[in-house]
């Protein structure tokens, strides 16, 4: 299916939010998500993987609580490999962060 961005959302505070989810018979390779805080104040955010779209626990995730500057933004380049059904999932101390992920999808 090739390169795109595969979810943005901007979350309300202190909620968990689905930011992407992997299409059945797909497979997924996130190689950026990016975290803009949108305000002066500074922010914490979290982000995990859930394998087979369980719910999060401790294992899934991949930052925790880590502190954005205000009107800063964060890029986390990776090569996440997710498979059909998987998700990730983000999370904000305050409702004025933005995420986005960009990668591809490739059709199995």
């Known amino acids: 299916m090739g390169l795109k961005v595969l979810g943005q959302v901007a979350p309300l505070a202190t909620t968990e939010t689905l930011l992407y989810t992997c299409p059945a018979s797909t497979g997924t390779v996130i190689s950026t998500i990016t975290i803009c805080n949108r305000t002066s104040t500074a922010a914490t955010f979290r982000i995990s993987v859930a394998v087979g779209g369980g719910a999060t626990v401790n294992k899934d995730y991949i930052y925790y609580d880590l502190t954005l ?40």
């Open 69 to 108: 500057g205000g009107n800063d933004t964060f890029a986390a380049t990776f090569g996440i490999t997710l498979a059909a059904t998987d998700k990730v999932q983000v999370y904000a101390s305050t409702a004025n962060l933005s995420f986005s992920a960009f990668g591809e999808e490739n059709t199995q």
